[in-house]
């Protein structure tokens, strides 16, 4: 600590390359930010995707739907414990831009399928008793200000009613939360037995997709094959996957994200280590005969490559903290704007540790140079440059 | 092999030194079997022209530098023998520095560039503000310590450089031309400066001048002509 003010002294020398050096650091800490946040809406699901779940979808599209009678069928076969199911409502609230997951569940199947819906036992009571009944999460319900008792209105883009309406209104029963951070509370779950009843002809027995709850996620692949082999040749064949590699594949429709995210990443990053690099070097050549001074007065070569480092690290850790802390207060902002679109918008602790490691990691790389550079100085050639 | 006798006689013991240059395929000798004694708290004074040596035989007597051949013995310790890090420690426990153009941080106030050899010490920081305080009380710029070295003038910033070089309280002070920069007025006082730390506290002091006016004031001056020195004059 006793050699911080001598290290922060030697930032402040040149104040105007120092804060262009650290305006791109925060610079790429926030679009590093920024990126994490994305990556997290689109495939975060997957870290919290439960491992002893099963998506089953319809072979050839998930918008082909699938019988309401495969229920029973995949409950009987070996390794399932139980199955449920959903179906893609799509539908916006008041306006297009309103847009959040709406689906038709069955109330108890659901609720013991994602223990990570947190939803009071007086809530789900009523959601049970109350057929037009609604669940909604903590995040829309903020957004839109609704509250239990509400009846709430929701235009959906491809269910309709007997009556030729598209209008379908809920009672909001229950508002759920997230068991952690990074589950989605922006879906609405209404009862399917409901939907099933109320909507046209068209589509009528039918479900979207199954989540199966298996009895080992060890055998997960084995049980997988079973049901696909179950509903083998049927008008509806199926593809059965863990839920994780469900998400992935959702995401994936927008291509490979981690790729993405990564390579722009890598860009920014590698602008950024020769912006510093070049910096650090520039700060040591200017500095050649006070580093012999420091020497000639006892500094070890050591001594020297940790203040060169240290000097480095401390104006990318800086930029670092500074860039990451934006990004964080940027997110939330952001994420209100996109609450339809990327409901699990946010930077995730875990991301901003990465962020600091790779910011110090920065300052190493750029700085271990011009620190070897000043380590190898002769003292006496170094005094002769003062 | 040297025969230096580690653990008394002289404080600086120079022995049959040579130092050589290379430069491209040519090489240059700087110094050519060269011995020289200082005893503790001796005054001296090295003169000669501009490439006579001079300042290569001070780096080599405060372990800046390592000699081709010979040996240099400082208060019994052997310099050519100390590895590197044992080196830069050394000097940090037993050489203060006093360079021609100062060499003082510009980012740093007056205080916290003398206190730069105390920071390799073990001492808090109340101790190393003390010790900073003495010694710039010493050179007598106790009331600009706080000051940057570009509001000093050019002798107000030799002693800042003096005071770096004595607040750890070394064996030996070295002096590389510590008036060249500096107009008569402002050169007496470091000399001065540089005679009473001699005379009152004991410092051993080599200083290396073409300036006779500076030579005058050491108590003994020596000539360093194409790499060797001739007789001393003692006064």
Redesign the interface.
């Known amino acids: 600590m ?2 911080l ?2 290290i922060w ?2 930032l ?2 040149k104040k105007l390359r120092t804060s262009l050096t650290l305006l791109s650091i925060i610079v790429a800490f926030v679009l590093f930010g920024l990126l994490s946040a994305i990556q997290q809406a689109l495939v975060g699901g997957v870290a919290l995707a439960g491992a002893d779940r099963l998506i089953v979808r319809e072979k050839v599209s998930i918008i082909n739907l699938l019988p309401v009678s495969y229920e029973a069928r995949m409950d009987r076969i070996p390794g399932v414990d139980f199955s449920t199911h959903q179906t893609w409502f799509g539908g916006v609230y008041q306006d297009p831009k309103n847009f959040f997951m709406q689906n038709p569940v069955e109330p108890e199947k659901f609720l013991k399928m994602h223990p990570e819906i947190i939803l009071p036992p007086d809530e789900e009571k009523a959601w049970l008793a109350t057929r037009t009944g609604a669940i909604v999460g903590r995040r829309t319900a903020e957004r839109f200000h609704w509250k239990i008792g509400d009846k709430v209105p929701i235009q959906s883009t491809i269910w309709t009613q007997p009556d030729g309406s598209q209008t379908w209104t809920f009672d909001i029963v229950g508002i759920y939360d997230g068991k952690d951070k990074g589950t989605d509370t922006t879906p609405m779950f209404f009862r399917y037995d409901y939907f099933d009843e109320a909507r046209q002809q068209w589509g009528k027995g039918k479900v979207g997709w199954y989540t199966i709850r298996i009895k080992d996620p060890s055998q997960a692949a084995e049980v997988a094959k079973r049901v696909d082999a179950e509903f083998e040749n049927s008008p509806a064949e199926t593809k059965t996957e863990p839920e994780g590699a469900f998400i992935q594949g959702w995401a994936s429709q927008l291509g490979n994200i981690v790729f993405i995210v990564a390579a722009i990443l890598s860009a920014v990053f590698f602008t950024i280590l020769l912006v510093t690099g070049n910096t650090m070097a520039q700060a040591v050549r200017e500095r050649t ?2 580093l ?12 020297v490559v940790a203040l060169v480092l240290a000097e480095s690290c401390l104006l990318t850790v800086i930029g670092g903290a500074v860039g990451l802390g934006l990004a964080r207060a940027i997110t939330p902002v952001v994420a209100q704007n996109l609450a339809g679109l990327l409901p699990m918008f946010f930077l995730p602790t875990r991301d901003l540790f990465i962020g600091l490691g790779l910011s110090i990691a920065l300052g190493f790389v750029t700085g271990i140079f011009p620190a070897l550079q000043a380590m190898r100085l ?3 050639d170094a ?1 002769r440059r ?1 | 092999m040297s025969e230096i006798k580690t653990n008394s006689g002289p404080l600086v013991q120079v022995e049959r030194v040579e130092k050589v240059f290379h430069r491209g395929s040519e090489d240059i000798h700087v110094l050519t079997d060269l011995n020289l004694q200082v005893p503790a708290g001796e005054f001296l004074a090295l003169m000669g022209p501009s490439g006579s040596g001079k300042t290569t035989l001070l780096n080599l007597i405060g372990g800046l530098d390592r000699p081709t051949n010979g040996a240099v013995a400082v208060a019994g310790e052997r310099l050519e023998q100390l590895p590197d890090r044992a080196l830069a420690a050394w000097r940090a426990r037993h050489v203060g520095f006093v360079f021609q153009l100062y060499n003082l941080m510009p980012v740093l106030t007056a205080e916290r560039n003398v206190e730069l050899p105390l920071l390799l010490t073990h001492l808090s920081r109340a101790e190393r503000q003390k010790h900073v305080e003495t010694a710039l009380a010493m050179v007598g710029l106790s009331h600009r310590a706080k000051h940057y070295p570009r509001t000093l003038s050019g002798g107000e910033q030799q002693r800042v450089g003096i005071a770096r070089g004595i607040v750890t309280d070394p064996t030996l002070l070295l002096c590389d031309e510590p008036t060249g920069d500096l107009d008569r007025k402002a050169g007496d006082e470091i000399l001065n400066l540089l005679q009473s730390l001699n005379r009152e506290h004991g410092k051993t002091i080599i200083m290396v001048t073409h300036d006779p006016h500076a030579s005058v004031r050491a108590a003994r001056t020596l000539h360093l002509d194409k790499g060797q020195l001739s007789n001393g004059e003692v006064k």
């Open positions: 006793k050699f003010h001598l002294s030697n402040r020398r005969g006070e012999g001074v420091l020497k000639a007065i006892g500094f070890s070569n050591g001594q002769r003292v006496a005094l003062m």
